[in-house]
């Protein structure tokens, strides 16, 4: 078990480019959650997946972000025309259903 | 709705000497309690947390936290600060029906002086 992990650790782009990030959760968890965290605040919760089903979305999550998790296993997070407001940590997060959740490091995402 | 509210952005304290993080919380529904920690550099762990029971709980490096249910409360303690532990330290809650998304507070980051 080599936990979390999240792909790219860090991303830099240009204001209006879209990204793509990847979560791979810890192999037998079946819930898979987005947050973002900006400089000096709390991480803040975005949506989250059981197995392959989106439970629950923020209304944090525009239009512009999309996260799928077409298999259950990793997710991808796609965020399209990126803007300067987008800049932030994003972590990814996974459990058993009604258990700990484990965070990944985390990809910084800077907008230029 | 829940929302969690930790009263202290920065807390410096001298190294061997106590800390208290202080956390208040508002929920309409039972919630479970959480302490993450950040150390520079890497990513959330669990510090503690309080589910059901002993309303005072306790992490291996010596943190303990006490659950106030009449003040909403869950603040962290440190007997004795180490250098090691310089770090951001997040409150957190959940809902105890569905033990989903979390919910965090903005953080008190902890730094120790020698």
């Known amino acids: 078990d080599t936990g979390v992990s999240q792909d790219p650790r860090h991303k830099i782009t240009k204001r209006g480019q879209n990204v793509t990030f990847r979560c791979d959760p810890i192999?037998?968890?079946?819930?898979l959650y987005w947050y973002r965290q900006t400089l000096g605040q709390g991480p803040e919760f975005l949506t989250y997946f059981q197995n392959e089903a989106q439970l629950e979305k923020s209304r944090l999550l525009s239009d512009r972000f999309s996260a799928e998790r077409p298999k259950g296993s990793f997710s991808t997070l796609e965020i399209q025309r990126t803007e300067q407001g987008d800049s932030a940590m994003y972590l990814c997060?996974?459990?058993?259903?009604?258990?700990?959740?484990?965070f990944g490091p985390g990809t910084r995402l800077t907008v230029t | 709705a829940q929302s969690v509210t930790q009263l202290d952005s920065q807390v410096p304290v001298f190294e061997e000497a106590p800390v208290e993080l202080r956390c208040n919380y508002s929920s309409s529904v039972s919630v479970y309690l959480f302490w993450y920690v950040q150390y520079p550099n890497q990513g959330l762990q669990l510090l503690l947390k309080?589910?059901?029971?002993?309303?005072l709980v306790e992490s291996i490096n010596g943190f303990e936290a006490e659950f106030n249910k009449s003040q909403t409360s869950f603040h962290l303690r440190k007997p004795s600060v180490h250098i090691s532990d310089t770090a951001e330290y997040f409150c957190?809650?959940?809902?105890?029906?569905?033990?989903?998304?979390?919910?965090f507070g903005s953080g008190t980051r902890l730094s120790i002086r020698p």
């Open positions: 997060a996974s459990s058993l259903a009604g258990s700990e959740q484990y």
């Open positions: 309080y589910l059901s029971g002993s309303t």
């Open positions: 192999s037998e968890h079946n819930r």
């Open positions: 957190a809650v959940t809902v105890y029906s569905s033990a989903s998304k979390i919910i």
